[in-house]
């Protein structure tokens, strides 16, 4: 089993930033996709970004395309989602997701399933 710790959530105003992190441990392994979602109050649970093993293959949601950006430290078994320009409709609780595959992926090209779960980090963007 895949552990997810989120972290780096908290208030800010319209237009500020945010960096979450995504800390794995357990039995992790490298062809393991990892990405984030979100669900704001009385919303269903929507996909945000992903990214592969190298991070050289990201998919993002419309709604946060040239704003988020996917990075991954491996040696630390960390996922970072770097959000710029916030919005109030980005506020929302930020779960980290992990897909197990059984071969790598080298493109990505739509969201992930969410084989694993982290605990949520809640982002508030104020007006």
């Known amino acids: 089993q895949v552990q997810l710790v989120e972290s780096g959530g908290g208030l800010v105003q319209a237009g500020d930033s945010l960096r979450l992190s995504c800390a794995a441990s357990?039995?992790?392994?490298?062809?393991?996709?990892m990405g984030w979602f979100r669900q704001a109050p009385g919303k269903e649970r929507e996909f945000v970004a992903a990214?592969?093993?190298?991070?050289?293959?990201?998919y993002y949601a419309y709604s946060v395309k040239d704003r988020f950006t996917l990075a991954r430290n491996n040696a630390k078994n960390t996922v970072y989602l770097q959000m710029n320009s916030l919005l109030p409709e980005d506020t929302a609780i930020y779960y980290c997701?992990?897909?197990?595959?059984?071969?790598?992926?080298?493109?990505?090209?739509?969201?992930?399933?969410?084989?694993?779960w982290g605990q949520g980090t809640q982002v508030t963007v104020a007006s």
């Open positions: 990214i592969n093993w190298s991070g050289r293959s990201t």
């Open positions: 997701a992990a897909d197990r595959h059984p071969y790598a992926v080298t493109h990505l090209s739509g969201p992930i399933k969410g084989d694993y």
């Open positions: 357990g039995r992790t392994f490298s062809n393991d996709v």
